[in-house]
């Protein structure tokens, strides 16, 4: 089931970027469809029975591997300074062109 709505978050956020034509939705679903891979990731990532990795006298259990974390952490600050990107991206356009509707500015960009 967790399976299932992950991939719908994957889904619409793709969707979204291609059937949207306002920019800032299509912004808005592609972080939608970058929250949904990093929620696939930490899917397969996850592994019952594993503890933290904080080393304790006496205590000889299995740890969680911390890389899949970093990795994951990473791509959150990634996806975060692309998002503010592009953002800066639509707020350059939409002060040359009264509209964010990405038919729109290609009619008025067009030679």
């Known amino acids: 089931m967790l399976e299932a709505c992950i991939f719908a978050t994957v ?3 793709f969707i979204g970027i291609i059937w949207k034509r306002n920019l800032m939705m ?3 679903a592609m972080d939608v469809m970058s929250t ?3 929620a696939f990731y930490v899917l397969v990532a996850a592994r019952p029975g594993l503890f933290t990795p904080i080393l304790i006298e006496g205590r ?3 740890y969680a591997d911390p890389v899949p ?3 994951i952490l990473t791509a959150i600050v990634i996806g975060f300074s692309i998002q503010a990107l592009m953002l800066v991206g ?3 356009l939409s ?3 009264p509209t964010l509707d990405t038919q729109e500015i290609e009619r008025s960009h067009t030679p």
Do not use: E
């Open 11 to 13: 889904l619409i956020g």
């Open 26 to 28: 299509k912004t808005l």
């Open 36 to 38: 949904g891979v990093i």
């Open 60 to 62: 000889d259990v299995d």
């Open 69 to 71: 974390q970093a990795v």
């Open 90 to 92: 639509v707020m350059k």
């Open 95 to 97: 002060r040359d062109n």
